[in-house]
């Protein structure tokens, strides 16, 4: 009986009411990965919590320094995982900006599909997870099912389920097929209908209501100030997407709305997430009808550095570079001029950004990436205070963090 | 057939009655456990227990032998008596119940004048068990589950008991056996019908008595991890998993019992004597397994608040009304 006799000895003296320190991850079913979690609690509400994170660490940033730009985006794919097509897009649009290259406007197309695709299955497993962790387990297999079809056409697109490697610098790695058309389209037409299950289920269910409602209220002034974005922001009711204030490859071409919530509650973040999922399913349906206006041209810019594909010619030998080691090239010159890029996109959670830094050698001589779950998770003693634990368990899941993204 | 019966000596046919009530209560509560992983299995687009034996129908057995074989962790710091009698208490408390249920007209365990006191009694008693694992197993988890419990237990035995009053007010009788008489004996023949409140309510009850969803706050698993048995292993886990089934066999009796006109039938079937009974009892299992299926869970404060501020309420104002009627029709 060690550990009450303590807990009921430390009080601090003052008569105030002694406070309970429970240990929350990194293995706990609802904590998303390996984050962990220090709480105070008196009762089971939350006086302080104290998230500590780094288990996950994998040092992406220092490893991207040894590696040339292409290989470089094997690594964003474990930056985000569930959602790695938009971690490759973001790293590609920064190199495209430190190269001069304009991908062709099919690649763009098809990038800007991938993209929102990667969003709806984010958001999919989003909606399932919280879900399960406010208790409705119906809802998490549902999504799972929806989100199935969608890695499907993943597998189709490029051979891979979660980590695609398929966006590559100047463009896409391998054209849509016919095949891959149809099937998205038949996705598109069916995806709203799947929808509205999912809101059947939970959107007037007043226990769903009881839950999300008034929970971690956060509003526009301070959903700036602590550095949210994405529909956590878009919850508070600011209306900023970065694919509406700096459009990044086929969004300008696009038409589609930027739903905000009222309340800044979970249950605001949990509607703007669903119209999302409305908005994405329509921006694929444009893409697909524009590609046929662009129907035979490559996905591949002209220009593009041609470090790991084989079509294109090879220097028979590595040529050794003076200080980098070797350089994998068929170039004479560096393929990539000394200066800096920075690129962000809207990435499902929130904004991600790549800051990419080159000396003129084969490597970027700096990578910096901000990702939208390092910021959020930031947030979460701000918003948990005064909240029980169960409330905690819908914070995290309505931040939508993942650990990968955060550690990196 | 009574003349063989009528010889047998009583302590040797209470014997053989309670054994066989105990092995059909067992059956029961080992293939609930399949029929709701199959049912929320149909429900979610999955497939279920489809491995062992044909149509995975052997699964509940599969799952006793292998929770046997697991070794029975004991933690260092644990209270160690009580952290072994407690799924004990629990698994006694919620499996005692069964014997008080009049499942024939002639075939009923131990037919108690305060049956349904009695009952009461023991699932109040069945949270000693998860109160005091909660305690013993010397872990902050397994407090706060066994904690939130306590609670509960206690604010929604309130209600039910309320909620049951109504149905002894009508019956004029805590005798299990004598409830079941007096609806048959009543213009509606349930009792479902005028005391439709006290349904609603204790099957609500029953729900957060048994800690089932949406009400499974002590062990609910994506806040508390297991809740009040996450030191447990092996087959003390298995005691208690089987004490909440147990527990669900029980109230569903109960409900079918004070509500649904028990064993009685519109019509006899002959030669199984049952039946009407089991029907009954497996409607009201579906409906737990279903609610399992659809709800999301309570917080833990919206629960207490749900119990005092409504359902309380509710179930007294029904019982003043019945009191009322009583009186004065």
Same mark, same amino acid.
């Given at each position: 009986m060690s550990l009450y006799v303590e807990v009921i000895k430390n009080g601090n003296g003052k008569g105030e009411p002694e406070h309970f320190t429970i240990n929350m991850g990194p293995h706990h079913p609802s904590t998303h990965g390996v984050l962990r979690l220090v709480l105070e609690l008196d009762g089971e509400t939350i006086v302080k919590c104290d998230p500590r994170i780094g288990y996950l660490h994998r040092g992406v940033e220092k490893l991207a320094e040894h590696l040339n730009y292409n290989q470089t985006i094997v690594l964003s794919d474990r930056l985000d995982y569930i959602a790695s097509a938009a971690n490759n897009?973001?790293?590609?649009? *920064?190199?495209e900006k430190l190269l001069g290259i304009t991908p062709p406007r099919r690649a763009r197309l098809i990038r800007t599909i991938v993209n929102e695709m990667a969003r709806i299955s984010s958001h999919l497993l989003w909606l399932a997870t919280h879900a399960l962790d406010i208790g409705a387990m119906t809802v998490f297999l549902y999504c799972f099912r929806d989100r199935e079809w969608l890695l499907s056409i993943f597998?189709?697109?490029?051979?891979?389920?979660?980590?695609?490697?398929?966006?590559?610098?100047?463009?896409?790695?391998?054209?849509?097929?016919?095949?891959?058309?149809?099937?998205l389209r038949r996705f598109t037409e069916e995806f709203p209908q799947r929808i509205l299950d999912y809101e059947t289920l939970i959107d007037v269910n007043r226990i769903w209501l009881k839950r999300t409602r008034d929970v971690a209220v956060v509003d526009a002034e301070t959903a700036i100030n602590l550095g949210l974005t994405g529909p956590v922001l878009r919850g508070s009711g600011v209306p900023y997407d970065v694919r509406k204030f700096r459009p990044y490859d086929a969004y300008d071409e696009v038409e589609f709305e930027v739903?905000?919530?009222?309340?800044?509650?979970?249950?605001?973040?949990?509607?703007?997430?669903?119209?999302?999922?409305?908005? /994405?399913?329509?921006?694929?349906?444009?893409c697909l009808d524009k590609l046929k206006e662009v129907e035979g041209e490559p996905v591949l810019a002209e220009e593009a550095p041609d470090l790991l594909l084989p079509s294109r010619v090879r220097e028979p030998e590595p040529k050794p570079h003076p200080k980098k080691g070797f350089v994998f090239t068929g170039?004479?010159?560096?393929?990539?001029?000394?200066?800096?890029?920075? *690129? /962000?996109?809207?990435?499902?959670?929130?904004?991600?950004a790549v800051y990419v830094v080159s000396d003129g050698g084969p490597n970027p001589w700096r990578l910096r990436i901000r990702?939208?779950?390092?910021?959020?998770?930031?947030?979460?003693p701000e918003l948990a205070k005064g909240h029980m634990i169960a409330d905690l368990v819908a914070i995290i899941g309505t931040l939508d963090v993942v650990l990968g993204d955060c550690d990196r | 057939m009574s003349d063989i019966i009528a010889q047998i000596p009583y302590p040797l046919l209470v014997f053989i009655v309670a054994f066989i009530l105990l092995n059909l209560t067992l059956l029961h509560v080992a293939y609930l456990t399949y029929a709701e992983r199959k049912i929320i299995a149909r429900m979610?687009?999955?497939?279920?227990?489809n491995?062992?034996?044909?149509?995975?129908?052997?699964?509940?057995?599969?799952?006793?032998?292998?929770?046997?074989?697991?070794?029975?962790?004991?933690p260092n710091n644990v209270d160690k008596s009580v952290f072994k009698i407690a799924p004990l208490i629990s698994l006694v408390c919620a499996g005692t119940g069964v014997s008080l249920i009049p499942l024939w007209e002639k075939f009923v365990l131990s037919n108690l004048n305060v049956g349904l006191l009695f009952i009461l009694a023991l699932s109040s008693l069945s949270a000693y068990g998860v109160i005091l694992s909660g305690w013993a197993s010397n872990s902050?988890?397994?407090?706060?589950?066994?904690?939130?419990?306590?609670?509960?237990? $206690?604010?929604?035995? $309130?209600?039910?008991?309320?909620?049951?009053?109504?149905?002894?007010?009508?019956?004029?009788? %805590?005798?299990?056996?004598?409830?079941?008489?007096?609806?048959?004996?009543?213009? %509606?023949?349930?009792?479902? $019908?005028?005391?439709?409140?006290? %349904?609603f309510v204790f099957m609500v009850c029953a729900l957060a008595e048994t800690n089932r969803v949406p009400f499974d706050l002590p062990e609910a698993e994506t806040e508390l991890v297991a809740g009040y048995f996450v030191e447990y292993s092996g087959i003390r886990f298995a005691l208690f998993y089987l004490a909440e089934y147990f527990g669900m066999v029980v109230m569903s009796a109960l409900a079918v019992t004070c509500f649904l006109g028990g064993y009685a039938g519109p019509f006899e079937v002959p030669g199984l004597p049952f039946i009407w009974f089991l029907l009954k009892l497996y409607v009201l299992l579906f409906f737990y397994i279903w609610v399992r299926a659809t709800l999301p869970r309570y917080r833990y404060d919206q629960l207490m608040g749900l119990g005092w501020k409504v359902l309380i309420p509710l179930a007294l104002a029904n019982l003043f009304v019945t009191a009322f009627l009583k009186l004065y029709l």
């Open positions: 897009i973001a790293f590609c649009l *920064a190199f597998e189709k697109v490029c051979g891979a389920r979660l980590t695609h490697s398929y966006v590559r610098v100047g463009g896409v790695r391998l054209d849509f097929t016919q095949e891959i058309i149809d099937e739903p905000v919530g009222e309340r800044g509650d979970t249950y605001d973040r949990y509607k703007v997430r669903m119209k999302e999922l409305r908005q /994405s399913n329509w921006i694929i349906k444009q170039k004479e010159l560096p393929v990539v001029p000394p200066g800096e890029a920075f *690129a /962000s996109i809207e990435s499902p959670k929130g904004e991600l990702t939208p779950s390092f910021v959020h998770i930031s947030a979460i | 979610q687009q999955r497939l279920g227990p491995r062992v034996g044909p149509r995975g129908l052997l699964q509940p057995i599969a799952d006793v032998l292998k929770l046997l074989q697991k070794e029975d962790i004991i902050r988890y397994a407090l706060l589950g066994g904690l939130r419990s306590s609670a509960q237990v $206690i604010s929604y035995e $309130i209600a039910m008991s309320l909620a049951l009053l109504s149905v002894v007010l009508m019956a004029g009788s %805590f005798n299990l056996q004598d409830i079941v008489k007096a609806q048959v004996a009543s213009p %509606f023949k349930v009792y479902l $019908i005028p005391q439709v409140v006290a %349904f």
